[in-house]
């Protein structure tokens, strides 16, 4: 008579299950814990990543806030020339307009003294004429001073002659 007796066959004493489920358990369990274990290695690699991030993080706005006071620095010396480049503009501007107007004033100038000149021009054209008005003239004053000479010879003699006639008239 054979009798057939089944049995577990390992049981762990406090569990009370049988074996290959334990076993089964123990590489689930196994597996968790590898699977764990590269959880926790990702996490370390990614709070690292996070640390790095932070730190690239606070790095970039060091460099924005100092790029930002260099921008606003820059815009300050832009204001500051863009015054100060009007201010000269709006001197040149009154410059010029000034000069302008002596520029203005000089052409005027010039053109009263072309007319002057083209008077003075007319006149000197009207001199020749009488230039030779006075030649004629002098002509006639040195014809009339040899009249007078002459006339004056006569007068001379007329009055030698009367003289002359006045001593013999007085006894």
């Given amino acids: 008579m054979d009798k057939t007796v089944k049995m577990r066959a390992y049981t762990d004493p406090g569990s009370g299950q049988p074996a290959s489920k334990q076993k089964e358990q123990d590489i ?3 597996a968790r814990d590898a699977q764990l274990a590269d959880e926790r290695n990702k996490s370390l ?3 690292k990543t996070i640390v790095q991030l932070r730190e690239a993080l606070k790095q970039e706005q ?5 790029v930002s006071k260099r921008v606003n620095e820059l815009e300050s010396g832009l204001k500051q020339i863009t015054a100060s480049t009007a201010n000269e503009l709006s001197r040149k501007d009154a410059q010029l ?3 302008m ?13 072309q ?3 083209k008077q ?3 006149k000197l054209a009207d001199m020749p004429d009488q230039t030779r008005l006075l030649e004629a003239k002098d002509k006639e004053l040195a014809d009339l001073k040899s009249r007078m000479q002459d006339t004056s010879g006569v007068l001379s003699k007329i009055i030698s002659i009367a003289e002359a006639a006045r001593l013999v008239g007085k006894p």
């Fill in 28 to 30: 689930e369990l196994a």
């Fill in 45 to 47: 690699e990614q709070l």
């Fill in 62 to 66: 060091a460099k924005t806030a100092e």
């Fill in 97 to 99: 307009e000034a000069e």
């Fill in 101 to 113: 107007k002596k520029a203005v004033d000089a052409e005027s100038k010039c053109k009263e003294l």
């Fill in 115 to 117: 007319n002057q000149l």
């Fill in 120 to 122: 003075e021009q007319a």
